[in-house]
């Protein structure tokens, strides 16, 4: 009979009775951290850096706004600037981590003479690669190899969390969405280029001539082409292949990109009946 009871099962007995006290203490600095840092545009820079690299490294660090208050900040790091080393025995935990980044340097001001022109006191940027190195006890600074500072690591652990797109049961790291797609996608990108090439073979076809120079041979509209000798001739050489199949080749190819990725293809078009529509 509905309503007739009502039961309640504790997550832990074993947590006092401050825990749902707890519970929501935790929940509302969650949300205060999720909309300092914008939570619907960090969801999708991390969603879109997993699901085409893999992998998704997100840093956190302490940070001041423009009030003077400190805040926690969240970033997406760049998957390929991220450099991780996993311990041996445990491929889920990272023992060390490198990463990447470039440093916009100015150079001292100088005087330039360029195009009949004096500049005083001009300046030139150069770029230099910089690597932060984490592991539980120290942060490690280096500029091109050169170790610049080394801190203790006051949290005790790295503050950089990797999250894997797909599960990789061969690799540390996570599969990509678009991975399965790089195959098929390169084969149409030769297969139009091929097509291309065909197409400008009809536009514009090689010539074979006979008993002619070169320079007496111009292509171009309504061009009559003159020459002393009697024996001379001239062909045209036609282009043997036929468009059809790269065209059939190509909608394959086209069709599984839709099926791998998961993706109906009246999405594209919805003015197609199409097969691979779930349901």
Wanted: net charge negative.
């Amino acid at each position: 009979v509905k309503d007739t009871f009502h039961v309640s099962i504790q997550e832990k007995p074993n947590k006092s009775s401050s825990a749902k006290v707890d519970r929501a203490f935790i929940k509302t600095a969650l949300d205060d951290v999720w909309d300092v840092n914008c939570r619907e545009t960090f969801i999708h820079e991390a969603a879109q850096m997993a699901a085409v690299t893999g992998d998704c490294f997100i840093k956190i660090s302490l940070d001041t706004n423009e009030d003077g208050d400190s805040y926690i900040r969240l970033d997406v790091l760049p998957s390929s600037m991220c450099y991780p080393e996993f311990y041996a025995d445990d491929k889920k935990r990272v023992e060390r981590l490198h990463v990447m980044f470039p440093k916009t340097v100015e150079t001292m001001k100088f005087t330039r003479f360029s195009n009949s022109r004096v500049e005083k006191n001009a300046t030139e940027t150069r770029i230099t690669w910089c690597r932060e190195t984490f592991t539980d006890s120290v942060i490690e600074y280096y500029e091109y190899d050169v170790l610049i500072e080394k801190r203790d690591n006051a949290l005790g652990m790295i503050p950089v969390v990797h999250i894997k797109n797909a599960p990789n049961t061969d690799s540390c790291y996570g599969w990509s969405d678009v991975e399965i797609l790089v195959s098929p996608n390169k084969a149409m990108n030769e297969c139009i280029t091929n097509m291309s090439r065909i197409v400008d073979s009809y536009a514009s076809p090689q010539l074979f001539a006979t008993g002619m120079r070169v320079e007496e041979i111009t292509k171009d509209p309504g061009k009559i082409w003159t020459t002393a000798n009697a024996d001379a001739d001239i062909k045209v050489i036609k282009a043997l292949d036929d468009l059809k199949p790269s065209i059939d080749y190509f909608n394959t190819l086209y069709r599984s990109l839709f099926d791998l990725s998961g993706v109906p293809e009246q999405a594209i078009n919805p003015s197609k009946n199409v097969s691979n529509t779930p349901g």
